[in-house]
T-cell receptor
Framework: AQSVTQLGSHVSVSEGALVLLRCNYS??????LFWYVQYPNQGLQLLLK??????LVKGINGFEAEFKKSETSFHLTKPSAHMSDAAEYFC????????????FGKGITLSVRP | GAVVSQHPSRVICKSGTSVKIECRSL??????MFWYRQFPKKSLMLMAT?????????EQGVEKDKFLINHASLTLSTLTVTSAHPEDSSFYIC?????????????FGPGTRLLVL
């Protein structure tokens, strides 16, 4: 079985500061990893994903994440936070070939201070 | 690309009535769609996996007779909440899986807010 750990429930950064949202996973096989963002009262939007190949993945809105197998991590970063980045962020894992079923972390709320 | 729509976006109904929510993949075909429920300040809870042309697979604890799922075409899945009660009030989100290089990716609809009075 797979699991995702997102430590903490809330991260607050200043506008222009580095954003770092942590995600650690557990999987018995090489996983696929995803980050989704959810704005209030909306569905989830795919930010980026890792399946195979290059371990540093670039996504939309200036976000990127690096797959580190040795650390079982897939942390999300953005060099400079913008007010519009304030949202809920979910890390998720799936097993290749397993019907694309996702296991989500509990999510983390990002606040951006002016 | 990869747009998923849901209809309605919000619905208010009386206790005991049934409500149907539609999920459509607008620009791709989806053999598999998923239905989630999300409580306030919580992560998504997978309710069921919907496969085109076959019966849905429900997660443990989800009543299949209460949450009827139909996936009649490669672009449409429906969730019917039968005999809705106030405890069914929630935010329901669907997703559709699209085959891509490296594997399938789920794309999510905008969600449906259900309030049962």
């Amino acid at each position: 079985a797979q699991s995702v750990t997102q430590l903490g429930s809330h991260v607050s950064v200043s506008e222009g500061a580095l954003v770092l949202l942590r995600c650690n996973y557990s999987s018995s096989v090489p996983p696929y990893l995803f980050w989704y963002v959810q704005y209030p009262n909306q569905g989830l939007q795919l930010l980026l994903k890792y399946t195979t190949g290059a371990t540093l993945v670039k996504g939309i809105n200036g976000f990127e994440a690096e797959f580190k197998k040795s650390e079982t991590s897939f942390h999300l970063t953005k060099p400079s936070a913008h007010m519009s980045d304030a949202a809920e962020y979910f890390c998720a894992v799936s097993v290749p070939g397993a019907n694309s079923k996702l296991t989500f972390g509990k999510g983390i709320t990002l606040s951006v201070r002016p | 690309g990869a747009v998923v729509s849901q209809h309605p976006s919000r619905v208010i109904c009386k206790s005991g009535t049934s409500v149907k929510i539609e999920c459509r993949s607008l620009d791709f075909q989806a053999t598999t769609m998923f239905w989630y429920r999300q409580f306030p300040k919580k992560s998504l809870m997978l309710m069921a996996t919907s496969n085109e042309g076959s019966k849905a697979t429900y997660e443990q604890g989800v009543e299949k007779d209460k949450f009827l799922i139909n996936h009649a075409s490669l672009t449409l899945s429906t969730l019917t909440v039968t005999s809705a009660h106030p405890e069914d009030s929630s935010f329901y989100i669907c997703s559709a899986a699209r085959g891509e290089a490296g594997g399938e990716t789920q794309y999510f609809g905008p969600g449906t807010r259900l309030l049962v009075l």
